[in-house]
């Protein structure tokens, strides 16, 4: 992942890797798949990785995750095309191709991260 610039390889190699070889998405991957999105000028990629992360019970019990996604953020080139992050426009939910909706256990009156980020400026 840290040899990949691009969203759509990144986003490749995370369902191939996933998919054909069976590996595991444990907080480790995921931070990698977060930090490559964010390196590849990408914050809705990186929010709905991060995402991804919350709704399969995924997230470190650390800060660690949290610091990866906001570095990732941090990282993002303010001169590129769009920093407004839009989660289920991007790469990465398009390729996975699921129903945010039908992912969330929420309470009422809960808000997902997704809800959070959406339409904000990396």
């Known amino acids: 992942l840290g040899l990949q610039r691009k969203s759509i390889p990144i986003t490749n190699l995370w369902i ?5 070889l069976g590996i595991p998405l444990t907080p ?3 931070h990698c798949l977060i930090t490559a999105y964010g390196r590849a ?3 809705s990629s990186a929010c709905y990785m991060f995402d991804h992360m919350v709704r399969n019970n995924r997230l470190s019990r650390t800060l660690n ?4 996604i906001l570095s990732a953020l941090s990282k993002i ?3 590129g095309a769009t920093n407004q992050i839009n989660c289920l426009k991007s790469i990465a939910f398009k390729a996975e191709g ?3 909706s039908e992912s969330y ?8 991260f997704i809800e959070l980020v959406d339409g ?3």
Not at 65 to 68: E, L, P
Not at 105 to 112: A, E, I, Q, T
Request: glycine letters at 4%.
């Open 16 to 20: 191939k890797s996933t998919t054909e």
């Open 28 to 30: 480790p991957v995921y």
């Open 41 to 43: 000028n990408d914050p």
């Open 65 to 68: 995750s949290w610091n990866v």
């Open 77 to 79: 080139d303010r001169r």
């Open 98 to 100: 699921k129903n945010i």
């Open 105 to 112: 256990n929420l309470l009422p009156g809960d808000v997902s």
């Open 120 to 122: 904000k400026t990396a």
